[in-house]
């Protein structure tokens, strides 16, 4: 069935690293593709999206390319900050159920000044 | 735009009592609304999909009498969690989506109501 696999957390890492979360997907057909991101105690904000194959998403410093022949969409930036610290969601979108969310399992990401 | 709104943020209650969680879309009419739970931890769970003057559609393994959903507006659903018991005690978010262009093709959360029952 449709699924989103995303690495494990908890990621550490120090102020102005590289950062790479990884997501993997299972889908019939063709799924937009989503990341989110969630601050302690709130609800989900849209970070990005793609819509089809190739289509780069990108928003705060935040990219991911839609990678069709790998059926991958990491989360990549350059350069992380201490706000970034939270927790990262990959998500796709089925258009054939009504429009429901498959989730990844989350990955924590911790940035220590 | 696209901003989903829910209220209360946060519930304390006593076990046996119903709760009520409402989830409203302000500048868009919301056609599909979603309810998720959230364990600590944990990703989002979806518990159903309701669409404005239908009957909610449950995921498997969720009670529907025990989590009472509607929405009967393209403004607003509503959660009722009834005869809570300590095992309810969850993170419960909304999202929706609507008919045109700028809300079709995504979900739009809300921010979250904890829901504590003591």
């Known amino acids: 069935g449709d699924s989103v696999t995303q690495m494990e957390g908890p990621v550490t890492l120090s102020e102005e690293a590289f950062l790479t979360i990884n997501c993997t997907y299972t889908?019939?057909?063709?799924?937009?593709l989503f990341w989110y991101v969630q601050y302690p105690g709130e609800g989900l904000q849209l970070l990005l999206k793609?819509?089809?194959?190739?289509d780069k998403g990108s928003n705060k410093g935040f990219e991911a390319t839609y990678r069709k022949e790998t059926t991958s969409f990491h989360l990549e930036k350059g350069s992380v900050q201490v706000s970034d610290s939270a927790v990262y969601f990959c998500?796709?979108?089925?258009?054939?159920?009504?429009?429901?969310?498959?989730f990844g399992q989350g990955t924590e990401l911790s940035v220590k000044p | 735009g696209a901003v989903v709104s829910q209220h209360p943020s946060w519930v304390i209650c006593k076990s046996g009592t119903s709760v009520k969680i409402e989830c409203r879309s302000l500048?868009?009419?919301?056609?599909?609304m979603f309810w998720y739970r959230q364990f600590p931890k944990q990703s989002l769970m979806l518990m159903a999909t309701?669409?404005?003057?239908?009957?909610?559609?449950?995921e498997q393994g969720v009670e529907k009498d025990k989590f009472l959903i509607n929405h009967a507006s393209l403004t607003l659903s509503t959660l009722t969690v009834t005869s809570a018991h300590p095992e309810d005690s969850s993170f419960y978010i909304c999202?929706?989506?609507?008919?045109?262009?700028?809300?079709?093709?995504?979900?739009?959360f809300g921010p979250g109501t904890r829901l504590t029952v003591l």
């Open positions: 999202s929706a989506s609507g008919r045109d262009e700028s809300s079709y093709n995504e979900q739009f």
């Open positions: 889908a019939t057909g063709y799924p937009s």
């Open positions: 793609a819509t089809k194959a190739d």
């Open positions: 998500a796709l979108i089925l258009y054939n159920q009504g429009g429901k969310l498959i």
């Open positions: 500048d868009f009419q919301a056609t599909t």
């Open positions: 309701s669409n404005e003057g239908s009957k909610a559609t449950y």
